[in-house]
């Protein structure tokens, strides 16, 4: 690899960071439910939000016991995106775990 081609490849990891940071900023400071949707609309396709919708039930899903054999049935997914899903959930101390506990407190924890 040249070191022109390292150049571009850090300058490019550098803005996809600053990027990424500039999204996070705004969804942390958008607080009206209507503007996140708009934001939403307009940032992803119908497709992705799909997607996250999906990941999201799978997510409550899995915190909530069910057979991850089940989930893939019904969800129409495959074993791989369950089994991440649930290693994501067994992360101690985890934002997942946590979000899901404070919402299905009536459940048994992972």
């Known amino acids: ?4 081609t ?3 490849r850090s300058s490019r990891d550098r803005e996809a960071s600053e990027a990424f940071e500039d ?7 958008t607080t009206d439910s209507e503007d996140m949707k708009a934001l939403f609309d ?3 396709t119908s497709s992705e939000i ?4 999906t990941r999201w039930l799978l997510m409550a899903d899995l915190y909530k016991g069910r057979p991850q054999r089940e989930i ?4 129409n997914l495959s074993l791989c995106k369950i089994t991440r899903g649930s290693r994501m959930l067994k992360k101690e ?6 979000l899901l506990s404070s919402r299905y407190d009536d459940h048994t924890h992972i």
């Open 23 to 29: 999204i996070i900023s705004v969804f942390c400071s």
């Open 93 to 98: 101390g985890g934002f997942m775990r946590r």
């Open 72 to 75: 893939a049935e019904s969800r």
């Open 50 to 53: 799909g997607d996250m919708i």
């Open 6 to 8: 390292t150049i571009d």
């Open 42 to 44: 307009d940032l992803f």
């Open 1 to 4: 690899m040249s070191a022109r």
